[in-house]
């Protein structure tokens, strides 16, 4: 059993105020593996508290200073990676496949923010003025479960970069993934105060953050209806505010795309992080004249995957964070069948082989219409929707016909007409006949998917106020 006691204030471990036990769980197994003690609103107030005394000295360290906390951060956490990969197994239910990125990609996304930092122009002159570029002060990054220890060093380094300090509030329910990054960070040596964290519930200490007059700068990444709640509270205090929220993302394929290439692309995309990815793309759109021909090729594809054991190295989707998260998936699959869509692949309950776990089966849905609630709501599951469309143009109104606009992607054989269709898609990503991330560009979402930027020059100016000095 794991027993996690402490938070982070001030540079030390310390014994929150808080005195609530949250269970923590192998969703593998349903079994509990441990628990942890809970940061309360007090604890949220001293983090920002040490934050704020940090800010003056820290947002007025050079570029040279920050590079080398972000080195000696990288350093740290890179050195963690066994036990990191061992957490999300254990924890999160990562099978093979996603775990390994899970454990290496928060150590690769300090390096990208020390690239980025590199290349930042501080100061600028438009016409007459100087434009000093000015950190906004404490930072609250409000982070989910479906990617810990990545979102966490992501926005840290990010605001650290730009010379902020940061209390972090991360999902309650990764607190072992928590605690390995927060000994990485503490390793790393950085002033006391400049990093604080404090594992809580969302209501308490997160409500804490974003309401506090103190706190200059939220960055969140969560779901739209956290992310609504958070602005309107920001909204008192004229917060500044960075949301990555849902999505619903469309794979639209193209009348000229080539079947075999076509086919897995979209359902690795549909079903990446198990389901459980905001830009997951769960919406196939595809043509008319070949809805058949793709029905059947996808079908027998997903049939393919194994949802089961993540330790077992053939699994491709893991189970589901919770015992919630299970359920409200069955509930869209139930759905699904209710509104009328016609199973090709998986359904209710658990795939075969596997018992108590949160596992469920991968789902395909085919003779899905644009307004169907498996197609307008984000699942954050493995269950994908066929959707028809008749010419080219219908197939951009379907994709663009949703409240979200996080990512999409287009699959076709003229790749010519593929880009021009990729510019009509309300989207802050659009792939082209690949999966490939790119950190050097900004990251982030249309719509109800969110408001800002995060990644490379983005990423760090989104923790700061440009100033025009004109003298
Ligand atoms: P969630 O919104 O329930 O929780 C996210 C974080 O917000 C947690 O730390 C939670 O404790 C906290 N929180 C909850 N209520 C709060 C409140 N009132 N005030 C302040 N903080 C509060 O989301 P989740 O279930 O942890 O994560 C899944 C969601 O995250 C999905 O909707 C997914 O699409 C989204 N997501 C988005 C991105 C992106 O980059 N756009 C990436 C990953 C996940």
Known sequence: MHHIEQVYINGEFVTPHGTERFDLYNPATARVIGQVRLADAVDGERAIAAARAAFPAWSKTTKQTRIAALQRMHAAVAARHDDLLEAVVEEYGA??????????????????????????????????????????GVAGLITPWNSDAGFICG??????????????KPSEMSALQTQIVTEALHAADLPPGVFNIVTGRGDTVGETISRHPHVAKISFTGSTRTGKAILRNAAENFTRVTLELGGKSPTLI????????????AIQAGLMNSGQACVAGTRILVPQSRKAEFEQALAQAIAAVKSGDPRDS???????VSEKQWQRVQGYIQKGLAEGARLLAGGVGRPEGTRDGWFVRPTLFTDVHNQMAIAREE????????????????AIAIANDTDYGLSALVLGGDSGRARRVAQQIHAGR????????????????????????EMGAWGISAFMEPKSILS
């Open 254 to 265: 193209l009348e000229d795309a080539d079947i075999r290439q076509a086919v897995p692309l």
């Open 430 to 453: 659009v792939l082209v006949n690949t999966l490939t991330h790119e950190p050097k560009a900004p990251f982030g979402g249309f719509k109800h998917s969110g408001v800002g930027r």
């Open 155 to 168: 926005k840290l380094a990010a605001a650290l970069a730009a010379g902020c300090t940061a209390v972090i």
């Open 314 to 320: 053939a699994t491709d989707v893991g189970p589901m």
């Open 95 to 136: 099978p093979a496949s996603r775990s390994a990125w899970m454990a290496s990609y928060p150590a690769e996304v300090i390096t990208q923010a020390i690239a980025a930092l590199e290349a930042f122009e501080f100061t600028t002159v438009a016409g007459a003025a100087r434009v000093v570029m000015t950190p906004l």
């Open 379 to 394: 699942i954050f599951g493995p269950v994908l929707c066929v959707i028809a469309y008749r010419d080219e143009a219908e």
